[in-house]
């Protein structure tokens, strides 16, 4: 089994910045995608941030493009989503997937693991 697990979470205010981790351990599996996702109250899990694993090649959400980055550290089996100017509508749970299809799914149906997710809440 593969555990995914995500810290950095917390309560900022709108403009601050805050950076999440999520640590991989578990059983090894050919990931070829790590993601970030979040869920806010009475709303649909969505896309936040991808990279690809072998070459780091990232892709966002348009929501997010320019203030949100996500990182790896190869070694570590660690990836990271260094969130910038956020904003009151970022407030959600943000969770940590991985999969291992070697296709990038904006869906949260393609992807094989998640973590247990971690709380941001940005207040105005």
């Known amino acids: 089994q593969v555990q995914l697990v995500e810290s950095g979470g917390g309560l900022v205010q709108a403009g601050d910045s805050l950076r999440l981790s999520c640590a991989a351990s578990g059983r090894t599996f050919s990931r070829s995608f790590m993601g970030w996702f979040r869920q806010a109250p009475g709303k649909e899990r969505e896309f936040v941030a991808a990279i690809r694993w072998y070459d780091g090649t990232t892709y966002y959400a348009d929501s997010v493009k320019g203030r949100f980055t996500i990182s790896r550290d190869n070694v570590k089996t660690m990836d990271y989503l260094q969130m910038n100017g956020l904003k009151p509508e970022d407030t959600a749970v943000y969770y940590c997937?991985?999969?291992?299809?070697?296709?990038?799914?904006?869906?949260?149906?393609?992807?094989?693991?998640w973590g247990r997710g971690t709380q941001v809440t940005v207040s105005s």
């Open positions: 997937a991985a999969e291992g299809s070697g296709s990038l799914n904006y869906s949260p149906r393609g992807w094989d693991y």
